[in-house]
């Protein structure tokens, strides 16, 4: 079958070749555009049933309407989060869809580990010190992690990573705050509420799943309860985050520090390959301060997670083809 590869799809066909050529039923056709209202036909003119897909924004019934009207049957994305599937278009136009639900919670997890000794050894500052020709350390008195209560919201696969890697730095205490417990966390930290974790934390860590009803669950109420110097982590989605909150508990001094891998309306960071001004006003005043770290929604970007990825998105890809069903399938067309 052959699946089509827009030029969207960071890495091309490329990324997928290792994995594809193991199987003699899927053929990858680079499309050298976006997909558009306009490009999808280039499905039908190769021959494409397949297609991976990612996106960062969700298109209209029409898009999906003329995917399937062009052969395609199986759309796959080769990424975790799936908001840019249009779920009931999908459905009516009979395209079923599959995403890759976890390749490595190691590589986001290390990434917060870094995060979180970046923050407390005041790493933006010594660098841009450094860089600037200073050598001095005033300001630079950094903390240990044994003496530091570490919460962590969200205990779920890549939460208690998180938790086994910062073990070995033995942390004073770790808490853990999720409303569906998971009993191996037990093994690192003591669950409690979100008041007692924010009331007892000097380093809180965000991987809790973002929903609707979790939407910027750290806002003004929520940094008023958690301790003065408060170092707060986000790496799972920017809108748990109220951004002007955060900013304010910077502004004023409440908060010690704020590492963020991601930022709501972040979509339109990576939309240019480089920008004179950032195209997000809240994040250019925070990056002002040093004490605040800025990454890409880079957290997951290892060598080890984007090879799972691939290997997942083409096992679902080969499932679909020689089944017509996959145990990755979120929409069941
Ligand atoms: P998971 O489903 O295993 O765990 C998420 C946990 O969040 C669950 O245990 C759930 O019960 C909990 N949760 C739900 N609502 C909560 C709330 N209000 N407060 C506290 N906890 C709550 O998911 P995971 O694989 O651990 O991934 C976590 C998140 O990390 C993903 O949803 C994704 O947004 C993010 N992520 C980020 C990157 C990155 O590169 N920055 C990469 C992958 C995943």
Do not use: W
């Amino acid at each position: 079958m052959k699946v089509a590869v827009y030029n969207t799809v960071r890495g091309g066909t490329e990324r997928f070749r290792p994995y594809a050529d193991k199987y003699d039923n899927i053929e990858l056709v680079a499309i050298d555009c976006p997909p558009t209202l306009e490009t999808l036909d280039k499905l039908k003119e190769f021959g494409c049933e397949a297609m991976i897909y990612t996106s960062d924004h969700q298109e209209g019934e029409e898009f999906f309407k003329k995917i399937a009207e062009n052969g395609v049957r199986y759309v796959c994305c080769c990424c975790t989060g799936y908001d840019h599937f249009n779920i009931s278009a999908m459905k009516k136009y009979g395209l079923k869809g599959a995403n890759v639900p976890y390749y490595s919670p190691n590589a986001i997890s290390e990434h917060t580990v870094m995060l979180v000794l970046a923050a407390l050894r005041h790493f933006r500052t010594q660098i841009l010190n450094v860089e600037h020709g200073n050598y001095q350390l005033a300001g630079l008195m950094g903390r240990e992690i044994r003496n530091m209560s570490i919460g962590i919201v969200g205990a779920g696969r890549i939460g208690y990573v998180t938790m086994q890697c910062l073990s070995g730095f033995r942390p004073g205490k770790m808490y853990a705050y999720d409303p569906f417990p998971n009993e191996r966390v037990k093994e690192y930290a003591q669950f409690t509420t979100l008041d007692d974790l924010y009331a007892k934390c000097d380093v809180i860590i965000y991987h809790a799943i973002y929903n609707e009803k979790n939407h910027h669950m750290v806002n003004a109420e929520a940094i008023r309860k958690m301790k003065d110097g408060v170092i707060l982590i986000n790496v799972s989605r920017g809108g748990l985050f109220d951004t002007d909150a955060v900013l304010a508990g910077i502004e004023s001094g409440k908060l010690g520090g704020v590492c963020l891998d991601v930022i709501e309306g972040e979509g339109i960071l990576k939309k240019q390959k480089q920008y004179d001004i950032c195209p997000i006003s809240s994040l250019s005043k925070l990056l002002a301060h040093p004490n605040v770290i800025f990454t890409p929604h880079a957290a997951f970007f290892t060598d080890e997670a984007d090879s799972n990825m691939n290997e997942t998105t083409i096992e679902n890809l080969e499932s679909y083809i020689t089944t017509g069903s996959c145990d990755k399938e979120v929409v069941k067309g």
